[in-house]
């Protein structure tokens, strides 16, 4: 394939704007230009596969059709996304007959794959092939100082690890490193943020976010730093209801680890997206000046 | 005290449920399970759950279908592959609990009026005639289908400060080649 074309899904055209708006320019500034997939369906998450694995995996058999036909590989920022694109992709190339099935009518949609796409995640992209150097010597800002939790959910790392350890993942913490920020030694960084259950079973949500948070400001941490819009939600949102709940004082800004890029490269703060933290920046801004 | 019995006689088991399992989900490996406890113990919600991911993998082999199958453990879990990357006898769990959410949801046998498989099949709705997914709109439905439209009350000062952070739209979104997915879906029901 010949370069790499961007899937957002619905995440980052929704709640996690500030995603798109970081992570495109980013990799701008490493001479990556990043074009949106034409007309992309939404991927189906956990959800279609919990109703019909076959409809889950043909839809996403359309958007790598999509890819195909362009002669790219997708980078999905949406660690859901990723996932679910590259399960299907890892169906689709199985040889089953099940899988026959999905390919003939993707065939017959005008929409033919033959498994030639690869779906990678934007850390990935950015860690590999020098790329790291080329981060370092694009930083003018270095985030000197800034104690970052890198939290890496679960889908990025499970159950394809191809680029980092499922446990243990080292990439994001090594990429923080490069733009001068200190990396705790966070222990939850790859613990279930419980995905859509802040939405469906809220006590359960707030008790696993509450864990991830805690764990973080004891490792002394000023932000967490998410690559997964799934995860950015959750650790934000019930942040005012655990306060009350648990009486512990968790505040703490989730971010995206492109915005932390962004802001050591020296973009513009207002371009950022910063403005749509539900978190108050202050003491973030106090730190690194 | 009345006495009860706790566990099935034998002839109550349902003998084809692990066949139909493993095809379903792709895992031929379920009877090579070691009841290591590894899965339960990685588990973020095992605490939560009514049976943990061990015990489904023996209710399985064993022929429990019904208490499987209305079981919350199933929708409790998020999909997070813990234990699947660290199963010793490589059994798919995570595949596993899939297959068993869709064989509760052809069955009808979930737990009624329980939000996760209403927002399941919701969004699968939405996005098989959109292509798209649409936040707010899956939001709503959910509150409506599952009968708890008293919840979007307590969801309105979280929806403002997403409003107000330009995090939430009306708009409902949608591909453009809508005419290309009908067909696809359509395709794959006759080849079914
Ligand atoms: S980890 Fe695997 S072998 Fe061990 S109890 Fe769970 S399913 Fe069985
Ligand atoms: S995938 Fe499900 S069952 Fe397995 S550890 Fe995660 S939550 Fe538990």
Redesign the pocket.
Known sequence: MNGYIYYPGCSLKGNSKHYEESILPVFREIDMQLDELEDWNCCGATAYFSVDAGKAAAICGRNLSLAENLNKDIIAPCAGCYLTLKKSNKFLAGGTEKAQKILRALDKAGCSYSGQVDVKHPLEVLVQDQRLDKIKARVERPLKGLRVACYYGCQLVRPFTDFDDPDYPVSLDRLMAAIGAEPVDFSGKTRCCGGSLTGTIEEVGLRLNYILLKEAKRKGADVISTICPLCQFNLEILQDKMVKKYKDNITMPILYFSQLIGLAMGLPKEDMGFSRSIIDLKPLWEKIG | MEIQRKVKYEEELDRQFLGLVKELSGCEEIDR???????SSSCPMSVYMDYP??KI?AMIKNGFKEEALKSFTIWLCPSCYT?QV????N?K?TDVMYALKRMAIGERVYPARFAIPVLDKEMSKIIASNGRNSELWLILNLYLKSRKPWGLLKMAPLGLKLMKTGRMSLKKESIKNKEQLRTLLKALKEEA
């Open positions: 399970c070691i009841q290591c406890g590894t899965c991911p061990r993998i234990c660290r199963c010793p006898a059994i769990i």
